[in-house]
């Protein structure tokens, strides 16, 4: 099946699931990142149990802070 990850379509096996997916993308500390499928954002607790099906578009998105503010 074809699941576009980060805007590059893969080809995958049939039945990835999410967790399998983060590992094999190789995703810096999973437990930091919002998974966006289809754009619809999900849960953590529900991660487990996604199962990814051809077409899906997978986003990894991180939460970026820091800068410095100068008056």
């Keep these: 099946m ?3 990850v ?3 379509k893969k080809e995958f096996e049939d ?3 999410l ?3 983060i590992e ?3 995703v810096e500390t999973p437990q930091y990142v919002t998974v966006s499928i289809n754009e619809e ?3 953590k607790d529900a991660e487990e149990s996604v199962v990814l ?3 899906d578009v997978v986003e990894f998105l991180y939460f970026m802070g820091g800068g410095q503010y100068d008056r």
């Design 2 to 4: 074809t699941i576009t």
């Design 24 to 26: 094999l993308e190789n």
């Design 41 to 43: 954002f999900i849960a």
């Design 53 to 55: 099906k051809d077409g």
């Design 15 to 17: 039945g990835l699931t």
């Design 19 to 21: 967790p399998r997916l």
């Design 6 to 8: 980060s805007g590059n």
